[in-house]
């Protein structure tokens, strides 16, 4: 395809920003709102069901549109994290936020705290089926909720606290500059490299001192701004136990995640040690590894060495968009429609320029706009897979759109679903049409992301559990400290599968879900491992299989996960089923094994 990286078209949102359209937006929700609080007075135990569902129809309206104008603010941030003008914007719009929150707040904590428990029961009943598991969601918050006045200056003091605090996190991570020094033979290579996305890229390269060097400019980064992120992640921490665990009372801090989730405690203690005890599995992968790159053990450095030495050659964005467009379209042709439909609307930015936020994302504004995919695009293999990832949590959006705003987002485990089943369409799909050379280096490949988006997802979710427990019982827990804690969470995941540098102690400074989401890495953990299931459904079945997907994804957040799943078979409270994972994933490695 004749496509190009390029910048994504945000006049969905916001046609003319610079002409008052913002403030005029911002005026229209003000308006909306100061309805929507004139019926706070017929709030009462006997409300029909028809006056119920119009008040949550009306705060759905206001989500919306509020929706528009912070997903714009966000988006353009997200394309240049140092500039000024749009980091005012997003200030302006999460302090505007805070305001409408607080003064719809009225209504949930009528909902949840007010309201006895007969008649919630009759307007439960009574809505639309749709809404009946949110709402059942909704009144299992009631016990961890504040009155008013507390939440409301929750939401205040969170805009300068702790939503500043990420904000600084982010800037200072995203315009870091990194001091490259490679040793290549007799030859020391040194540079400064402005783009993390570029540099982190060099961790998979083909050759080896390029490895080393990329982590230890990487890590001695991150190290050498220790003070200032450490402090963060502990007021991050304190911020979390002191809300959540002290004033609102969730047993754990994990916990706050799961109810978030609409998942049981007990999956996610099912799920994790599960995780842990199957720590061997990728041991011997490791071990394996090393034997093919003939080295005596594997060094940290080199765990997501490719096996190929010769340096690969890029990828057009063109040439990956149709990989992934062509795997698509051989499981459901609808699935290559709404990629194409993102692509023919310019919802997507793909080029690499400096001060962009890292990584990847999809972002779902409304049921009503097609969501839109930050890509950092440089060519190589892993960026297909990340487009294919991407691509997935997109087709989930779309699919779920007839359902409303509340509703349409899936909780995050079941978030992960689309975007890593859609890896797996991807890589099965190239996996079948190369040589047996390639197809070990392809499987090798695929073996590393097992381990990179589940064992290592897992592992940072056993930290951060680590890590809360520690500070919110000792506050004076140092940078230090937590870095061995870290480092010890590295020795347990890796054995003696491999020799591990001291400088890997500073990892964990480097990963922004400990900032910004606490607990969400097992989200990754949960959705690869309940994809590896459901695709060897779809291998066993075929094309029959293909509508049970379908229906999980087009339920978005309108079912509990673990209702969703049991309705198609699926019993995921049960360690068994997570071990069926990882059985997959130790045939994927004696398969390997097993290539001459």
């Known amino acids: 395809m004749k496509v190009k990286t390029g910048e994504w078209d945000l006049s969905e949102l916001l046609k003319d920003p610079v002409k008052n359209e913002f403030n005029k937006s911002l005026s229209d929700i003000n308006t909306k709102v100061a309805n929507f609080e004139e019926k706070k007075s017929t709030l009462g135990h006997d409300i029909s069901t028809t006056d119920f569902m119009k008040m949550i129809k009306d705060s759905e309206e206001i989500a919306e549109s509020l929706s528009y104008v912070t997903g714009y603010a966000h988006l353009k941030y997200a394309e240049d994290t140092s500039s000024n003008d749009v980091g005012g914007l997003v200030t302006k719009v999460n302090i505007f936020s805070t305001e409408i929150s607080n003064k719809l707040l009225f209504f949930d904590l009528w909902f949840k705290k007010v309201l006895d428990e007969e008649n919630a029961d009759r307007l439960i009943k009574g809505a639309p089926d749709v809404y009946k598991d949110y709402l059942l969601h909704e009144r299992s918050m009631s016990k961890y909720t504040l009155n008013e006045a507390e939440e409301k200056i929750i939401n205040i003091l969170d805009v300068t606290g702790m939503s500043a605090l990420i904000k600084i996190y982010d800037r200072m991570t995203n315009g870091f500059e990194f001091e490259y020094i490679e040793e290549r033979g007799t030859r020391k290579i040194r540079k400064t490299i402005t783009n993390k996305e570029k540099l982190v890229t060099l961790v998979r390269s083909s050759i080896s001192s390029e490895r080393v060097a990329a982590y230890r400019s990487l890590l001695s980064t991150y190290k050498k701004n220790s003070g200032v992120l450490g402090e963060i992640y502990i007021n991050r921490i304190l911020n979390w136990n002191n809300e959540y665990v002290l004033l609102r009372g969730f047993p754990t801090p994990i916990s706050v995640r799961n109810l978030s989730n609409n998942i049981s405690d007990e999956t996610i203690v099912a799920l994790l040690n599960v995780c842990r005890s199957n720590s061997k599995v990728f041991h011997q992968y490791f071990k394996e590894k090393a034997k093919i790159l003939k080295v005596k053990k594997l060094e940290r450095y080199h765990l997501y060495a490719p096996l190929k030495s010769q340096s690969q050659e890029k990828i057009t964005y063109g040439e990956a968009l149709k990989m992934v467009l062509d795997a698509f379209n051989d499981f459901h042709p609808e699935f290559k429609t709404i990629v194409e439909n993102l692509v023919t609307k310019k919802h997507i930015h793909s080029k690499l320029q400096d001060n962009k936020q890292g990584g990847a994302f999809c972002s779902t504004i409304s049921p009503k706009v097609d ?166 459904q779809f291998k066993n079945e075929g094309k029959e299989f293909i509508p049970k997907y379908i229906r999980i994804l087009s339920s978005g957040g309108s079912k509990k996960p673990e209702d969703l799943l049991l309705s198609e078979g699926i019993d995921i409270s049960k360690e068994d089923f997570w071990q069926r994972g990882f059985n997959l994933v130790n045939d994927k490695i004696n398969e390997l094994k097993n290539i001459e």
């Open 371 to 536: 969501p839109y995919v930050l890509l950092n695009f440089d060519g190589t293999l892993r960026d297909i897979s990340t487009m294919a990832h991407e691509f997935g949590h997109a087709i989930h959006s779309v699919l779920a759109a007839d359902k409303p705003i509340s509703v349409q987002h899936s909780s995050l485990p079941l978030a992960e679903t689309a975007s890593v089943f859609g890896e797996m369409i991807l890589n099965d799909r190239l996996l079948d049409q190369v040589k047996k050379k390639e197809k070990k280096i392809m499987l090798a490949e695929q073996i590393d992301d097992f381990y990179a988006t589940i064992m290592r997802q897992a592992y940072f979710t056993i930290f951060e559990t680590s890590a809360h427990e520690m500070i919110g019982k000792n506050s004076a827990t140092s940078i230090d400290e937590l870095s061995e804690i870290y480092m010890n969470n590295l020795r347990e995941q890796f054995g003696n599968s491999l020799k591990l540098s001291d400088d890997f102690r500073y990892e964990w400074l480097y990963i922004p879900h400990f900032y910004h989401s606490p607990f969400y890495c097992y989200a990754y953990s949960f959705g690869n491992l309940l994809v590896m299931s459901l695709y060897q």
